[in-house]
Nanobody, 120 residues
Framework: QVQLVESGGGLVQAGGSLRLSCAASGSGYGNNAMGWHRQAPGRQRELVAAIRDGGSPIYVGSVKGRFTISRDNFKNTVSLEMSNLKPDDTAVYYC??????????????WGQGTQVTVSS
C-alpha cells in the first residue's frame, strides 16, 4: 500500500505561483511513477504532469512551460511548482502513484486532493 498526502493548495491571483507537495509513505512505495492530476468542476480528471523514478518529467497540455514536477527520493516527496497561473488552472489537484516496478502509467494510489483557486 501507498499513502499520499498533498499540501500547498490555496487561492492565488492570475499570474501568481503556488507549490504543491505530496508526501508518500507505505510499504508499496519505492520506484513508483508519480503524477499530478487535476479535476475542475464539471470536467473529467486529467493528468497534468508525471515523472518516473530516474526519468524525465512529462507535461500535458497548457501547463507546459508553466508547471514543473520534481521528486525527492530521500524525502519521498513529489512537488509541482506552478507559475503564471490562470483561472483555467482552478481545480482540485491530486497526487497519484503507480505500483512500484510498474512499466505503464496505471495510477493506482491517490491522495485526497488539494484545492487550487486562481482568481482573475
Amino acid at each position: 500500500q501507498v499513502q499520499l498526502v498533498e499540501s500547498g493548495g490555496g487561492l492565488v491571483q492570475a499570474g501568481g505561483s503556488l507549490r504543491l507537495s505530496c508526501a508518500a509513505s507505505g510499504s508499496g512505495y519505492g520506484n513508483n511513477a508519480m503524477g499530478w492530476h487535476r479535476q475542475a468542476p464539471g470536467r473529467q480528471r486529467e493528468l497534468v504532469a508525471a515523472i518516473r523514478d530516474g526519468g524525465s518529467p512529462i507535461y500535458v497540455g497548457s501547463v507546459k512551460g508553466r508547471f514543473t514536477i520534481s521528486r525527492d527520493n530521500f524525502k519521498n516527496t513529489v512537488s509541482l511548482e506552478m507559475s503564471n497561473l490562470k483561472p483555467d488552472d482552478t481545480a482540485v489537484y491530486y497526487c497519484a502513484a503507480t505500483r512500484a516496478n510498474g512499466s505503464n502509467w496505471a495510477w493506482v494510489y491517490w491522495g485526497q486532493g488539494t484545492q487550487v483557486t486562481v482568481s482573475s
